[in-house]
């Protein structure tokens, strides 16, 4: 049996104009012609990019943050991450995050995925980085970040998701690939 050539449902934009210009997130809106052949309106958030470190101590421990997240006012548990500076290589960014915000460098570094968290509003992506060989070199926050760093086993980690300890999506994510990296299983 041969495989059928998927649908295209692509949309084509017809006229863009900006809503909202901030210093991190450009809220766009456009008009797009759909398949069908009508028109709708699509809003959405243009975003830099983010990169995303599974920095493990051992295979069976890793380093979450605990942080203050405003949008929702409380404190999330996170793996590191950060975004990507204009012209930036993501790798550079998550070795700049790991060492900004934990304080660790890493000997070995593997890319593991790019994740796409928010498709239906919004262009970010964050790249996931696998980080080993740690060497604590000390961090060097800036000066508006304020974060607790944890060194975990991994097992702890996986059950605080269990447990609705860890909701962020992306630690999520990320932590179910430390998980089948620990494994063997990828």
Partial sequence: MTEKEPEDFSETPLDSEP???????????????LPNGARATREYIRHPGAAMVIARPDPDSIVLERQFRYPLRRHFIELPAGKI???????????RELREE???????????????PCISYSDERIELYLA???????????????????????ARALAWVR????????????????EKIRSGEW
């Fill in 19 to 33: 809503v909202f210009d901030g210093v991190l997130l450009h809220v766009r809106r456009d008009a797009v012609l």
């Fill in 85 to 95: 500076d204009p012209g930036e290589d993501p790798l550079a960014t998550a070795r």
């Fill in 102 to 116: 934990c304080g660790y460098a890493a000997a070995h570094w593997r890319h593991l995925a790019t994740l796409h």
């Fill in 132 to 154: 080993d060989g740690l060497t604590h070199v000390g961090n060097a926050l800036d000066e508006d970040e304020f974060l607790e760093v944890m060194t975990v086993p991994l």
């Fill in 163 to 178: 447990e609705g300890r860890i909701t962020e999506a992306k630690a999520v994510t990320g932590l179910l690939w430390a």
